[in-house]
């Protein structure tokens, strides 16, 4: 997976200011509307509230992973943010999340989203890997740290 293809340097905030699960949310999502992979900020937050009502997609070791399919999103995207102080994010593992990814994917896509949710995930299991992206200073540390 070419992950600097989705996660593109405009794609990124080092230091999220949201102080809630939402507020990350709406920081990432303008990021993706100003890049022109959102079109529909409001419809698009819809389709990713709706899936964390479903089951929350804090995974655990201070990792965030919303995401959602709609046709509010033109092309495949990821943006990420990092929070230093950590925000609640209803994790599995009850702890702060700090290194957030948000996947846009349009609706007409196959199973894109899942290549992504595994790509990411199979990486920030291991604690070298989610220690550099907390260090991350610009687009070339987060591609390196993966």
């Known amino acids: 997976m070419e992950i600097e293809k989705l996660l593109t340097p405009n794609r990124i905030l080092f230091d999220l ?16 509307y100003k890049d022109g992979v959102v079109t529909d900020k409001k419809k698009y937050k819809s389709a990713v509230m709706k899936r964390e009502e479903q089951f929350s997609t804090g995974i655990g070791y201070g ?32 702890k702060q999340v700090n290194l957030i990814f948000l996947i846009a994917v349009p609706n007409k896509s196959d199973d894109i989203h899942l290549k992504i949710l595994s790509f990411i995930s199979r990486r920030l299991m291991h604690s070298e890997v989610r220690e550099k992206l907390m260090k991350a200073k610009n687009h070339e540390d987060v591609i390196s740290s993966f």
């Open 17 to 32: 200011k949201g102080g809630n699960k939402e507020e990350v949310i709406d920081e990432l999502i303008e990021l993706l």
């Open 63 to 94: 990792i965030g992973i919303p995401h959602a399919k709609s046709d509010a999103v033109s092309t495949a995207a990821i943006a990420f943010g990092i929070s230093k102080d950590g925000i609640d994010f209803d994790s599995m593992d009850e």
